[in-house]
């Protein structure tokens, strides 16, 4: 009796395994289609040759044309057999292609594989000027970089830099420029402000503003203004005043003015570049 109930439940656990390995077969083709049908996403878009890029171009199994060259200022180059040859704003593999088409329709080259490399690249570039840590020129070597990603190559703004950088180049053919809120790119709402830069722009940080404060005052000078900063942060800044000093006389000349534009402003208005507040001596 206990033979016949034994016999029974490996028949049941067989069945049951039979069952799962079924399904699992069946199952199998549908994810494999799946992962077949998935889209490849292209997360970087390929860098586009430009003048002054220098290339080496190597046609396979004839060692007779390869070639070193420069693409000229028109966006082009001469090679062997078929003469001129327009590359400029072609991808690499696009350059390849042309180069291969007109070696197979001269007759040259039956099949011909061509393989391009890109040895130094000097077109599309960006310059960036001012206070960063390493200025200079910048190529671009994929499309849809933003001035963020600029900066960054160029070591970030220096100590002395503002928050702005004015970005200047051409635009549709009209001249460009745009000043960018560097901090309010991640502080705020500004991420639009993040511009994609373009072949020839222009990044430029200006150095920080600046208020001074002298008088009566216990650390008088020149002061980096902070990002919404009001006169009374100001008067701390320089230590506040001293004990013959008082705040309630506290006079702010503005630049262009030539005079004293307020003898007792409100101390929790913004200051200004290049405000200069004086401290005066209290009678009492």
Do not use: C, W
Not at 48 to 73: A, C, H, K, M, S
């Amino acid at each position: 009796m206990k033979t016949r109930q034994l016999f029974t439940v490996v028949l049941f656990m067989l069945g049951a395994a039979f069952a799962l390995g079924a399904q699992a077969q069946g199952t199998q083709p549908t994810q494999v289609a799946a992962i077949q049908s998935a889209p490849a996403q292209n997360t970087q878009a390929e860098y586009r040759l430009g003048p002054g890029d220098n290339l080496r171009i190597l046609v396979f199994q004839n060692p007779d044309l390869t070639l070193e060259t420069r693409v000229t200022e028109s966006g082009t180059i001469t090679f062997p057999l078929i003469g001129v040859v327009k590359v400029g704003d072609m991808t690499v593999a696009a350059a390849e292609q042309t180069i291969a088409t007109a070696l197979r329709d001269g007759g040259y080259i039956q099949k011909p594989n061509v393989n391009i490399a890109v040895m130094q690249m000097r077109g599309n570039q960006v310059s960036v000027l001012g206070q960063v840590n390493k200025p200079g020129r910048f190529p671009l070597e994929t499309v849809n970089i933003r001035v963020s990603e600029v900066l960054a190559l160029a070591g970030g703004v220096a100590p002395t830099g503002a928050d702005v950088a004015i970005l200047t180049g051409t635009r549709d053919g009209a001249p460009f420029r745009k000043e960018i809120d560097i901090a309010g790119m991640f502080l705020g709402k500004g991420v639009q402000d993040d511009l994609v830069v373009a072949s020839g722009d222009v990044i430029y940080v200006h150095r920080y503003p600046v208020f001074y404060i002298y008088g009566e005052v216990q650390k008088p000078g020149g002061y980096r203004i902070e990002r919404g900063m009001t006169v009374r942060q100001a008067l701390a800044q320089g230590g506040g005043p001293t004990a013959r000093g008082t705040e309630r006389k506290l006079g702010i000349y503005r630049r262009g003015t030539g005079r004293a534009v307020d003898t007792a402003p409100d101390l929790s208005e913004s200051v200004q570049p290049e405000d200069v507040f004086y401290v005066r001596e209290s009678l009492f």
